[in-house]
């Protein structure tokens, strides 16, 4: 049975659909020896498919893994970085890190720290990661000064941004110290910086921000302990299907 060429990529976890449509873009697969145009379509049965100069075989489709990381600073949310700097990959062990497919959910800015979802299901990957979903994703930030009441209103209502209002957001003062304030916000879409640029927007900085949950997921579970910075825990079944039945019903 012929399927897409970036849908094969997906369910096989060699990467998201998104990342494998612009591996194609790239020039990077070949179908039978000839690079493979946007919208082809594969038999794994019969044809001859390769990334990177990797074959892509039936028999090693991997099982899928879903992973929750603690990022560091510093590190970059993606599988590979052309600068040479560390990516959450490289915070796998090695038999995750290779032939797994494992790729980030998403990401967070590499001066960013905090809950991050990694996976080699691409299905899964897409449904959640698309704009979409709407998937709710809880942060800590501190700003520079204290916003005052109608700024907080104004974040809370949303903004106009690259000419395009955000979304509703909850925003709450968690502390406020030293010329600086801790918020609490939960944002329902993921635009590149969104908080920072909001912030930016309504004159206060972000001095640091931390990602404390995704979804109902969260790094410090209610009564249990956090997850480390730097480490990764699996997804329980009952988190999984939770993710993969809200992204079925957006």
């Known amino acids: 049975m012929k399927e897409r060429v970036q849908k094969v990529l997906a369910r096989w976890g060699i990467a998201s659909r998104r990342q494998a449509e612009q591996a194609i873009l790239d020039g ?10 946007l919208g082809q379509k594969v038999d794994l049965s019969r044809d001859r498919l390769q990334v990177d100069g990797k074959t892509i075989r039936r028999r090693d489709r991997p099982d899928f893994v879903y992973l929750l990381l603690h990022k560091p600073l510093g590190v970059v949310s993606t599988c590979r970085d052309p600068q040479g700097r560390k990516t959450v990959i490289d915070l796998l062990p090695p038999e995750l890190r290779k032939g797994q497919g494992i790729h980030p ?6 001066d960013s720290t905090g809950a991050l979802l990694l996976s080699n299901d691409g299905a899964w990957t897409q449904a959640i990661a698309h704009p979409s979903a709407h998937l709710p994703k809880t942060y800590e930030v501190w700003v520079e000064g204290y916003p005052s009441e109608e700024v907080l209103q104004q974040w809370r209502q949303g903004i106009m941004l690259l000419g395009k209002p955000t979304l509703p957001a909850r925003v709450e003062v968690l502390t406020s110290r030293q010329g600086r304030t801790l918020l609490k916000i939960v944002l329902n879409e ?3 910086r969104q908080i920072r640029q909001v912030a930016s927007e309504l004159g206060h900085e972000v001095i640091k921000l931390h990602r404390t949950a995704i979804g109902p997921i969260q790094l410090q579970p209610p009564n249990g302990a956090i997850l ?4 990764f825990r699996f997804l329980k079944s009952f988190e999984i299907k939770c993710f993969k039945s809200s992204s079925t019903s957006t």
């Open 28 to 37: 990077r697969v070949r179908l039978n020896g000839e690079i493979v145009k």
């Open 105 to 110: 959910v998403g990401r967070l800015d590499v």
């Open 190 to 192: 993921g635009r590149n």
């Open 228 to 231: 480390p910075r730097g480490e």
